[in-house]
């Protein structure tokens, strides 16, 4: 409970205010008799300087010699003696309220109290003010608060009196007795046998005998630090230094003049002064002047330069005409507007002349403008030109030579500036402002008769106007005509058609699209075999295929393209027409030679051999249609003592290539033994097995490409002879091979054993 009293009590010491109907004890010493009642003083704008002495003028101050005399003035209810004004207070004379006291050398009321009742706590809630009277009993100090009258502040007592039984006045604090048998309670020290809190206690702060004071001021003790808690009149704590307590004087000091940190440095002054907490100057520095009459801001004047103050305060310059107003040197003057000037020297009528338009006066005084051949003008400030006389004009925009063009004459400006007579193609000439032609250019004519784009036509080249004006040339069959030279001819022929004969009267006379002898391009025949088609030479697949389109084509060497658009191109094929049949051929072998023995890689590869032997010569020769083409029949054919013998073998297949691959085993075909035998003269077989087809072979024994396989035995198991094409070894005749294409007939051969060696030919169809 002592802690809410000590709340209390700090609070009031702060600042105490009001008034209570209960005199304090011992206020009789210290309180002037007429001061016992409440009083109110005016301390606001109606303190004075106590030097000025001056008459009633109706501004409130009356002249008096005792404070009766002032109890009707507004200023204050004390009398200066000294000064003869009537004041809120003086030294002798203290009306202030209980809660202030004076300050004699401002002779105002400040705030502080003087006695008890300026200490009075304010009325509120009974029932409150009965509660902290009982903590402040039990916290051992009066029920009231007391005035400090040394430090004008309200404490919790000033003497032993103010405190309850057992409780001293340590500090402006009542606090408990102590001794060294009694200590105090925690939180409390014990200093001349009181307990006190020496974090807050003026009289021991921070430690016993510790005492705080502060001369013109009131202390304070916080944190068990002693610090100026306020300061007296117009003394001001400025540098929170307790030390040397409230060291300005803010009524005087150029510092901190009516508040801390407040400088008096009057602009564009000298002798700066505070005076009664304001700032002054003593006067001011050339050419500044205070035209305000605000003495705070110094002389915020330059009458040397500000045209409303030009001199001297309120000397304002007057406006001129075209021109702005300046001060110089305290001077009134004027400058010309950008533009303008003052050409006459009469400052009168201002700046009388527009220099951006004044012929006369044209961007500075006296210059005058002239043009040949026009009228000048003046734009800007520069000399330009109104207009021109007559068929003269400016055309290169330069003043100097005026209107230098004569525009009637001028081929470069005919009838106006820029208006050149560049006709195309021709010799120009200006006259009266027209262009027209005197001349055109070789080979070109001006056959529209229009001036405008000169000799328009290049009759070299003119389809119009070959030659000359009026010739035009006309398109051939198939063709767009032509001016080369100036004379007419083939422009470029239509689509596919050609000119082949190199008469342009009869236009692209050939199409190249399905003419023969002019495919694709004038000259390229595609032969007796090949036909035209969209500007392409194409071949019959096959002799077949020809035969068919050429019933009555002979036997012999034809180009044939079996893939037709594909990527191989057209070769040279021989085709042996036989009735209706149009046989190709496909393979020349010699039976006396190995190329085309049985083991022989030309009969699984697609390596050709004389690819360009395609007749019926006993050159060797493995040609394209080997590799390439269909068929559904083969002719074979054996030449035997000069003799050729021909068998038709029906056999179907994509190309006799396939039928020969690594992989390919044996495949039968059915002409028959004597057919096969019709192929020699003296044919010897044995007389069993018969076994025919491709790559009709026994290993071990006889083995044949195309052909025939006869045994001695009653089956096929060791044949011994053969008739057909690429032969390999026989067993019989010790492995050997005597012959490649033709007939072998061994170990007991019907006609006897013998070897025949015979050329052949294999053709497809």
Known sequence: MRRRAFFVLASLTLGCSGSSGEVAEGAADTLDDATTGDVSVDTGDASIDPGDVSADTGDGFVPCKTDGECASSTAGKACDVASGNCVPCTATSDVCAPSEHCDPAAM???????????????????????????????????????????????????????????????????????????????GETCCTGACVDVASNLDHCGKCGE????????????????????????????????????????????????????????AHATGAACTSSTCGYGACESPWADCDG????????????????????????????????????GTCGFTCLTGFADCDGNAANGCEVN????????????KVCTVANGTPACVGG?????????????????VSDGCEVDTASSTSHCGGCGAA????????????????????????ADCDGNVANGCEVDVQSSMANCGSCGRPCLPMPHSTA??????????????????????????????????????????????????????????????????????????????????????????????????????????????????????????????????????????????????????????????????????TVNVAGTSLQSYF??????????????????????????????????????????????GILANGENDCDTPDSFIGFGAGPVACLGGATPVTTGNVGSCGSAEGDRSTATFGWVFVR
């Open 482 to 647: 032509a001016c080369t030279s100036g004379t007419c001819g083939l422009g470029s022929c239509i689509g596919w058609y050609r000119d082949c004969n190199d008469y342009w009267l009869d236009g692209c006379e050939k199409s190249t699209a399905s003419d023969p002898y002019n495919c694709g391009a004038c000259g390229n025949a595609c032969g007796y075999e090949g036909v035209c088609n969209d500007g392409r030479c194409r071949y019959p697949i096959d002799c077949q295929a020809l035969r068919d389109i050429r019933p009555l084509s002979a036997s012999g060497a034809y180009k044939i393209d079996p893939d037709g658009v594909g990527p191989t191109s057209p070769f040279k094929a021989w085709c042996e027409m036989i009735g209706s049949e149009g046989w190709t051929l496909a393979l020349k072998l010699d039976g006396t030679k190995t190329t085309f023995a049985y083991d022989s890689g030309y009969w699984t590869s697609g390596v050709l051999i004389n690819p360009g032997s395609a007749d019926l010569s006993l050159t060797e020769a493995k040609l394209a249609p080997f590799t390439m083409l269909p068929f559904s029949q083969l002719r074979l054919g054996m030449r035997d003592g000069g003799v050729d013998r021909w068998i």
């Open 211 to 266: 005492k705080c004071s502060v001369t013109s001021g009131s202390a304070k003790c916080e944190a068990g630090a002693c610090a100026v808690a306020s300061c007296s009149g117009t003394l001001a704590d400025c540098d929170k230094d307790y030390s040397n307590g409230c060291e300005v004087d803010t009524a005087t000091s150029l510092t901190s003049c009516g508040a801390c940190g407040t400088n008096c440095e009057p």
């Open 294 to 329: 605000n003495a705070a801001n110094g002389c915020e004047w330059s009458v040397a330069s500000d045209t409303a103050n030009c001199g001297s305060c309120g000397n304002a310059c007057p406006a001129v005409a075209n021109a702005t107003s300046t001060c110089s040197s």
């Open 382 to 398: 520069a000399c330009g030109i109104a207009a021109c006389s007559g068929p003269f004009r400016d055309c290169n925009s330069s």
């Open 355 to 366: 220099l951006t338009s004044d012929v006369a006066h044209c961007g500075t005084c006296g």
């Open 661 to 706: 691959t690594t992989t390919t085993g044996f495949l039968a075909t059915g002409a028959g033994r004597t057919a096969w035998r019709s192929l020699l003269a003296a044919p010897t077989l044995q007389p069993n097995c018969g076994r025919e087809g491709f790559n009709n072979a026994v290993a071990g024994y006889a083995r044949v490409r195309i």
């Open 421 to 444: 007579c560049a006709l195309a193609n021709a010799t120009a000439t200006c006259s009266s402002g027209a262009c027209a032609i005197a001349s055109c250019k070789p080979s070109f």
């Open 108 to 186: 105002k009321c400040v705030s502080g109290c003087k006695a008890d009742e300026g200490c009075a706590p304010a009325t509120g809630d009974a029932g409150a003010d009965a509660e902290d009277a009982d903590d402040a009993a039990e916290g051992g100090a009066s029920t009231k608060p007391r005035c400090d009258v040394a430090t004008h502040t309200c404490v919790e007592c000033t003497k032993d009196d103010h405190c309850a039984p057992g409780y001293l006045c340590v500090g402006n604090v009542c606090s408990k007795g102590c001794s060294s048998s009694k200590p105090c309670p925690t």
